[in-house]
């Protein structure tokens, strides 16, 4: 059956037509929808595990077991779930695993713009690159048979672009294969240096004839135009290609883009007079290329940073385009900022007060980095606030301890939060480390977590109790606020960073955004008794701003969590009256 189907629901769709039966994911934007769309499937046990590289090894578990299974990520997560990957290529599978990765490019959701290619190259693991939903569909079903014939892992590389568009996909029904019974196996599976040691030569075997595979399967294909100029491209970049020269170019689409395929690449360049290279981010087709001894047109004129597009790939082949002009040019800026009654607001409101050094990590909450808040000082990766938060303070000692907090979110602190708080009760640091529990997975859509007392289907699950797990890793301090109460914010904020011993704050209130939260009444200014202080504007929050000199409420927008109330020295704020 033909349907119009998102990149990810296409990908989770080959998965269950493949007969995979176990997921394990971490949510991460572009790659959340996978999972959440493979869970929709009862013949597949879908979960959100707590970081990527539980989910890789629970993943690994179930193949080993003999079913079919998957784990996905993003680009960052696949450097999380490194070490399981590089291994698992060593002792490869017993029924296929599929691993899928979802680049960046442009920077939409990350924090950086790494190229996973890197990682299938360096784990020597076959990786597949769809260019559109249908074969997203079609290399899910694809990786699990390359997986099982070559005994591998295999990753999907998805992107953005890839990930979050549509295209027509003609569905199929699910086929089951039968369980592979697991077979002890010491010297393929125990991977102490004298097994694999013998594995590696295995591993190098394998490549070589992926690379055979290559040369001749219809993943990597030719679409033969003009032979005046010859692109070979992959992913998204081909759509950009084709859209831009149709067949007044000659085309190679790589569909494996690791291992790469030689004897193809040397006869398709010996049938075109100039070679092209289009891909994004970093030069992997085009170093192995040249390494072949071509001489190709790429990064001299191609960016290394940034997503690319039609008008792009038009400009730098010298192809002239009707000018197009975009809505952008007349647009304001809109920067993202918090919701309105976000609960991280209050609390990164009272860190700016008190001017705290703020170690941040990665949520919704690294919105507090930005104006007016400007209240987070440095973001690197999941859970780095409160290893990092430690060497600071350890480097520092009574200089910053007083003055020094991160913040983390619960999801965040189940991923990979609890090592480095563990580092802080066990070598003593005096750092005070702050919880944003939000009782959700705010940034990637509103995914459950181990926190939250729900799986990935909302039934009941184990809940983990932040405030007995954090006295269980030896923590005396442990108190609990909420964020909508200024003055209890700053009471204990201040109490906290006095103490001479590591402590933990948990800001607790619910994400605004969850279904069962109630509203209050919006607010509404009192304009006789505003004075256009701007008091109110410090806390960023979308619902106010400033007309005629006097602060306005949207009442669409505001929903009475009431902080900017307990800034207004005059009495302005108020409940909205509905009996006018």
């Known amino acids: 059956m033909k349907q119009l189907m998102l990149g990810n629901k296409a990908l989770a769709r080959g998965l269950y037509e493949a007969g995979c039966c176990v997921v394990s994911s971490y949510p991460g934007t572009p790659s959340t929808e996978v999972t959440e769309e493979a869970a929709k499937y009862d013949e597949i046990y879908c979960e959100w595990a707590p970081n990527e590289k539980v989910a890789m090894e629970v993943a690994f578990g179930a193949c080993l077991a003999g079913k079919r299974a998957f784990c996905g990520m993003k680009h960052v997560g696949l450097n999380v779930a490194a070490d399981p990957l590089f291994t698992c290529s060593y002792t490869g599978v017993n029924a296929g695993l599929v691993i899928c990765v979802a680049d960046d490019a442009g920077m939409h959701s990350s924090q950086n713009e790494q190229d996973s290619r890197h990682h299938a190259i360096a784990s020597k693991i076959p990786m597949l690159e769809p260019a559109d939903s249908d074969e997203a569909y079609r290399f899910a079903k694809l990786a699990f048979a390359i997986s099982e014939e070559f005994d591998t892992p295999v990753i999907i590389k998805m992107c953005t672009r890839v990930a979050h568009s549509q295209s027509i996909v003609d569905t199929g029904e699910r086929v089951e294969p039968q369980v592979k019974p697991y077979e002890k196996d010491i010297a393929k599976y125990v991977m102490m240096p004298a097994n694999a040691i013998k594995r590696h030569p295995l591993v190098e075997e394998r490549t070589r004839r992926l690379i055979a595979y290559g040369e001749t399967s219809e993943v990597n294909r030719v679409e033969m135009g003009e032979p005046a100029l010859g692109i070979i491209t992959s992913s998204t970049s081909y759509q950009y290609a084709k859209e831009v020269f149709g067949d007044r170019a000659s085309v190679l689409k790589l569909g494996m883009v690791n291992p790469l395929p030689t004897q193809l690449i040397l006869d398709f360049a010996s049938k075109v007079d100039k070679l092209a290279i289009v891909e994004e981010l970093d030069p992997i087709i085009e170093n192995h290329c040249k390494q072949l001894g071509l001489s190709v047109t790429g990064k001299d004129i191609f960016p290394m940073e940034g997503e690319y597009s039609q008008n792009m790939v038009a400009e730098k082949l010298g192809v002239a385009l009707s000018p197009v002009k975009s809505l952008r040019e007349n647009l304001p800026g809109r920067p993202p900022v918090m919701c309105s009654g976000c609960p991280h607001r209050g609390l990164f409101y009272t860190l700016k007060q008190n001017k705290c050094t703020v170690l941040g990590d990665i949520g919704c909450y690294t919105l507090g980095a930005v104006a007016p808040l400007s209240a987070m000082d440095v973001t690197l990766c999941m859970g780095a606030s409160v290893s990092s938060i430690h060497g600071f303070n350890k480097a ?92 209890e914010c700053d009471r204990v904020l201040k109490q906290e960073l006095a103490a001479q011993e590591p402590s933990v704050i948990i800001s607790r209130r619910p994400c605004v955004l969850l279904k069962f939260v109630k509203h209050e009444k919006p607010l509404r200014v009192d304009c006789d008794k505003c004075v256009g202080c701007k008091s109110c504007m410090r806390l960023g929050c979308p619902s106010i701003s400033i007309k005629d000199g006097k602060a306005v409420i949207d009442a669409t927008l505001c929903v009475g969590c009431g902080v900017c109330k307990q800034l207004c020295k005059f009495g302005a704020l108020g409940e909205q009256d509905y009996t006018d």
């Not at 999801?411 to 005096?430: D, E, K, P, R, V």
């Not at 480390?433 to 939250?452: A, E, F, K, R």
């Not at 809940?463 to 609990?480: D, H, P, Q, S, W």
């Open 396 to 487: 520092l000692g009574r200089e910053s301890e007083g003055k020094t907090v991160a913040v983390i979110g619960d999801s965040t602190f189940m991923h990979s939060g609890m090592t480095g708080l563990a580092n802080i009760a066990y070598n003593q640091s005096n750092s005070t480390v702050i919880i944003l529990d939000n009782s959700i997975t705010g940034m990637t859509g509103h995914q459950q977590n181990p926190t939250t007392g729900y799986n990935i289907k909302g039934d009941p699950a184990g809940k983990i109790n932040l405030e007995e797990l954090c006295r269980a890793m030896g923590f005396n301090r442990v108190t609990v606020v909420d964020p909508y109460d200024l003055a």
